[in-house]
C-alpha cells in the first residue's frame, strides 16, 4: 500500500501544463526526496539521431534542490552513462580503495557483476561515494539512465532497488505520453503556420501584387 501510494503521489505531479523539462524536475525533485541523494542526473539518447542530452538536479546539504538544468553535452556521455551497464538498476557504493555493488534485471533478480571498471571510470567525471542507476526506454525513440547520488535510505537495498525499477516502469509512460504531447503541439503549431503563410501568400499577397501592378 505504501508503494503504490508513492507512485500515485509521483504521477500526480504530472502536469501538461508544466512541460515536459517541468515534469521532469517535478518527478525528480520526488526522486531525490524518497532516496535522500544529494545530486541527480539523467542521460537520454535519441535513437533516430544519436543525439545524448544531459541534465542534472543538484541539492545543498540545507537546502531543497536547484531547479533542473540541461548540460552541455559531450562526445563521450553515451559511453559514460548509457553503455555496458550490468542490469537494469544498479547499486555501487566504495568501501576504501574497492566497489561493492548489486544489480538487478528487469525482473527484480540479482545478477552478477563482473567488473566495476566502468564506475571507476564514471567516478573520474563526476564525484560520489555511491549511486544508484536505473534504465529508461521511451518507445523506440529514446533510451536513457537516471543516476542518484550518494543516496540515504534504511530499507533493505534490494527491495528498495525493485522498487525504483518498478517506479519508473509504472511513471515513464506518463512521462512520454507529455513527450509526446509536446511534440504534437509542435508540429501542429508548425502545420498551422505554414497553412497561414501559405493563405497569406495565395490570398493577399496575390491581391497586393494585383492592386500594385494596376497601379503601376
Avoid: C
Amino acid at each position: 500500500r505504501a508503494e503504490k501510494a508513492v507512485v500515485t503521489g509521483t504521477l500526480s505531479r504530472i502536469r501538461v501544463e508544466a512541460g515536459l523539462t517541468g515534469t521532469i524536475e517535478q518527478i525528480f525533485r520526488e526522486a531525490m526526496s524518497m532516496y535522500g541523494a544529494s545530486r541527480l542526473l539523467v542521460a537520454s539518447q535519441e535513437s533516430h539521431s544519436q543525439r545524448v542530452f544531459v541534465g542534472e538536479l543538484n541539492r545543498d546539504s540545507k537546502s531543497a534542490p536547484s531547479e533542473f538544468r540541461w548540460l552541455e553535452s559531450a562526445s563521450g556521455d553515451a559511453k559514460t552513462y548509457l553503455d555496458d551497464f550490468p542490469g537494469e538498476v544498479y547499486y555501487a557504493a566504495i568501501n576504501g580503495d574497492r566497489w561493492t555493488s548489486l544489480a538487478l534485471d528487469h525482473n527484480g533478480h540479482q545478477v552478477p557483476v563482473e567488473s566495476t571498471a566502468l564506475i571507476s571510470q564514471l567516478g573520474e567525471v563526476q564525484t560520489f561515494d555511491s549511486l544508484i542507476t536505473v534504465a529508461f526506454l521511451f518507445g523506440s525513440e529514446w533510451r536513457g539512465r537516471i543516476f542518484l547520488f550518494n543516496p540515504s535510505w534504511r530499507g533493505e537495498k534490494q527491495e528498495e532497488l525493485r522498487f525504483l525499477l518498478d517506479l519508473v516502469r509504472q511513471v515513464g509512460p506518463a512521462v512520454y505520453n507529455v513527450y509526446l504531447l509536446h511534440r504534437l503541439r509542435r508540429r501542429a503549431g508548425a502545420a498551422e503556420r505554414a497553412r497561414f503563410a501559405r493563405e497569406l501568400h495565395d490570398g493577399a499577397v496575390q491581391s497586393l501584387i494585383a492592386v500594385e501592378m494596376q497601379v503601376d
